[in-house]
């Protein structure tokens, strides 16, 4: 399996602070990497897809980055509807993994 | 609008084999993304990945059908186009293995990089005697 392993485990910010979440691979996952974001009760949402692509319908104040090992889900201006759980998820290899996730708390 | 719907037992006993359907309305899954996939989640805890099954021959994993290791032995993941769905079992159920289960659409971007585009709402689980 190919550890994902997301930091930090949770964060408390702002509504308006700009927030960096991290993605690190147990290996070089080229950039078959997705980013998730989950609200209590409900399904994960998918936000980003192939490292830095948004999916439709996703507010352009979410972006990633990233390559190899290290990859960066960033929310430029926290807004109220972004306090979630958001997770990355490596589709490298044909045995898939996801993060331990990043609980975005209200400061 | 893609909608995915999962269907099963709510509660099954220890050592039961569970046995989970993935649908979908208004559309025919197999003409939809590249596959399906099943992933789970404890109550309180992470997403786990459990398996894949795509619709053509995989070209990129050389495996139509992936299972995550530590669960292969427990899981048979099969499909049938002519009923619109695809069916995942998981045998010698455990209490550790209650939670959400959800079912998600595979799409593929450029170069087979695959995702979970589309997720059912989830069905809890519940294994207790």
């Known amino acids: 399996d190919i550890q994902m392993t997301q930091s930090p485990s949770s964060l408390s910010a702002s509504v308006g602070d700009r927030v960096t979440i991290t993605c690190r691979a147990g290996?070089?996952?080229?950039?078959?990497l997705n980013w998730y974001q989950q609200k209590p009760g409900k399904a994960p949402k998918l936000l980003i897809y192939?490292?830095?692509n948004l999916q439709s319908g996703v507010p352009p104040r979410f972006s990633g980055t990233g390559s190899g090992i290290d990859f960066t889900l960033t929310i430029s201006s926290l807004q109220p509807e972004d306090f979630a759980t958001y997770y990355c998820?490596?589709?490298?290899?044909?045995?898939?993994?996801f993060g331990q996730g990043t609980k975005v708390e209200i400061k | 609008q893609i909608t995915l719907r999962e269907s099963g037992p709510s509660l099954v006993k220890p050592t039961q084999t569970l046995t989970l359907t993935c649908t979908s309305s208004?559309?025919?899954?197999?003409?939809?993304?590249?596959?399906v996939g099943w992933i789970r989640q404890p109550p309180g805890k992470a997403l786990e990945w459990l398996a894949l099954?795509?619709?053509?021959?995989?070209?990129?994993?050389?495996?139509?059908?992936p299972y995550s290791p530590s669960l292969r032995s427990r899981l048979t993941i099969t499909k049938d186009t002519s009923k619109n769905q695809v069916v995942l079992t998981m045998t010698n159920m455990d209490p550790v293995d209650t939670g959400t289960y959800y079912c998600?659409?595979?799409?593929?971007?450029?170069?087979?990089?695959?995702?979970?585009?589309?997720w059912g709402q989830g069905i809890l689980v519940t294994v207790s005697s």
């Open positions: 998600a659409q595979i799409s593929e971007a450029s170069g087979w990089r695959h995702y979970f585009e589309y």
């Open positions: 290996q070089n996952i080229n950039n078959y």
């Open positions: 998820q490596q589709s490298y290899s044909s045995t898939w993994t």
């Open positions: 208004g559309f025919l899954l197999h003409t939809s993304g590249v596959g």
């Open positions: 192939a490292t830095a």
């Open positions: 099954i795509f619709w053509n021959d995989d070209k990129r994993y050389n495996d139509d059908k």
